[in-house]
C-alpha cells in the first residue's frame, strides 16, 4: 500500500467491521481481545500505521491524521461498549446475589466493664458519699515508704508475710500493699483531717492459687483527725458492709496484728449466702473475712507528719477481689483475671 485512496479504502473497513463487532461483544473480556485484534501491537489499525513508511512525504501527514481518527473512534467505541457491559454485569451479580442495601448494618457487640473494675466503682461510690476523696499513689515505692515508715524495721518479722518483689535499683521494691499511700497523703494534707480510699495494684511473689495471686487490687482507707476513735471506724466498715452486701448485713471485729495498725481488727460479715446460719462458702461459722483494719499506730502517725497527743486515725484494707468473690459466690480467684468470655459474660 502507498497512497491515500488505498489506505481510506482499508480504513473504511476496519471501521465498519470494528464497529460490528464491538456491537456483538457480550461481555467485557470480548471488548477486550477486540482491543488488542485492532489496536494491540500487531493488531490491524497498528499494521496499516508501519504501511506509512510506503508513502510519499507528502502523503504522510494525512495518512497519519486519517489513522489516528480511527484509532480515537474504535478507542471510544471499545470504551463506550465495555463500560456498559460492566454495568450490565454488576446489576446482574446483584440481582443474583440478591444483596438487599436497604438492610441495616450488623450491630457491633459491645464490651462491658470487668468484675472488678465493677467492683472498685462500686467502693468508690460508698465511701464518696461518706466524704472519702479518691488518691492514686505509685505502684513503685522505697522500701522505706513500703515498710519502714508504716513501722516494718529492716529485721521485722513481719515482712516475711509480704514475698517482695525487688528491682535492680537498690531499695526500690514493686509495693506489697497500697499502705504506703497513707504516709503520702498524711504528708501532703498534714496538719489538716484526712479522709482519704488509695486504690491501686499491689505485687508479691506467692504462688498462685484459687485464693491468692501475684498482681491484685487492694483499696486503703485512712482517716486522720482529732478525737477519732474506735467506734468511727466500726461505723464507716458496718455503713460500707451493709451498702456493699445488703441492709441485713452484720459485722463482726476480731482482735488482729499488723505493724501499722494498733490495736489491730480483722472485719468478718454475716454469710450473704446463708445469713449467719452456716453453710459450705462460711465452713459452717456464718461469717465471711472481708477486710482487715485498726487505729493508726502512732508511729505511723508521727511518720505522717502528725503528732500522736493530738491526733488519731484509723485505716482499713480490703481486696476488691476478694468483695467480688463472697457477693458473687466465686471459689476460684483465677477466673478473674483468666479473660474468659464464657465467665465474664456472666457479670
Not at 499491689?202 to 498482681?215: A, F, H, L, M, V
Not at 454475716?270 to 472481708?290: N, V
Not at 476488691?320 to 459466690?329: E, N, T, W
Amino acid at each position: 500500500m502507498n497512497n491515500l485512496a488505498e489506505l481510506e479504502m482499508s480504513i473504511g473497513v476496519i471501521a465498519a467491521e470494528g464497529r460490528a463487532a464491538i456491537e456483538k461483544a457480550g461481555s467485557p473480556d470480548e471488548c477486550e481481545q477486540l482491543r488488542v485484534a485492532l489496536l494491540g501491537r500487531k493488531g490491524r489499525v497498528t499494521t496499516l500505521f508501519a504501511e506509512m513508511r510506503n508513502f510519499s512525504d507528502g502523503d504522510r501527514p494525512k495518512a497519519g491524521l486519517l489513522l489516528n481518527q480511527l484509532r480515537g473512534q474504535l478507542e471510544s467505541q471499545l470504551e463506550a461498549k465495555g463500560t456498559e457491559l460492566s454495568s450490565a454485569r454488576l446489576q446482574d451479580q446483584l440481582i443474583a446475589e440478591g444483596i438487599d442495601v436497604t438492610l441495616p448494618g450488623r450491630p457491633a457487640h459491645l464490651g462491658h466493664l470487668h468484675i472488678i473494675t465493677q467492683t472498685l466503682r462500686e467502693i468508690y461510690a460508698i465511701f464518696q458519699q461518706m466524704g472519702y476523696q479518691i488518691v492514686q499513689t505509685p505502684e513503685v515505692e522505697t522500701d522505706e515508704m513500703n515498710f519502714q515508715l508504716l513501722n516494718f524495721p529492716p529485721d521485722h518479722p513481719a515482712r516475711e508475710m509480704q514475698s517482695t518483689f525487688l528491682t535492680k535499683q537498690e531499695g526500690v521494691i514493686l509495693r506489697t500493699h497500697t499502705s504506703p499511700g497513707q504516709i503520702r497523703v498524711m504528708r501532703e494534707n498534714c496538719p489538716e483531717p484526712v479522709r482519704a480510699i488509695l486504690p491501686g495494684k499491689c505485687y508479691r511473689y506467692e504462688q498462685i492459687t484459687p485464693r491468692s495471686e501475684i498482681q491484685f487490687e487492694q483499696v486503703e482507707g485512712i482517716a486522720v483527725g482529732e478525737q477519732i476513735t474506735m467506734a468511727d471506724l466500726k461505723g464507716v466498715l458496718t455503713e460500707f458492709a451493709r451498702q456493699m452486701f445488703g441492709d441485713a448485713t452484720k459485722i463482726k471485729l476480731r482482735g488482729s496484728y499488723f505493724p501499722f495498725t494498733e490495736p489491730s481488727i480483722e472485719v468478718d460479715v454475716t454469710c450473704i449466702l446463708c445469713k449467719g446460719k452456716g453453710c459450705r462458702i462460711c465452713k459452717g461459722s456464718g461469717w465471711l473475712e472481708i477486710l482487715g483494719s485498726g487505729m493508726v499506730h502512732p508511729v505511723v502517725l508521727k511518720n505522717g507528719g502528725y503528732d500522736p497527743e493530738k491526733y488519731s486515725g484509723f485505716a482499713f484494707g480490703m481486696g476488691p477481689a476478694r468483695i467480688a468473690m463472697l457477693k458473687y459466690q466465686i471459689e476460684d480467684i483465677r477466673l478473674l483475671l483468666g479473660n474468659d468470655l464464657r465467665f465474664l459474660k456472666q457479670f
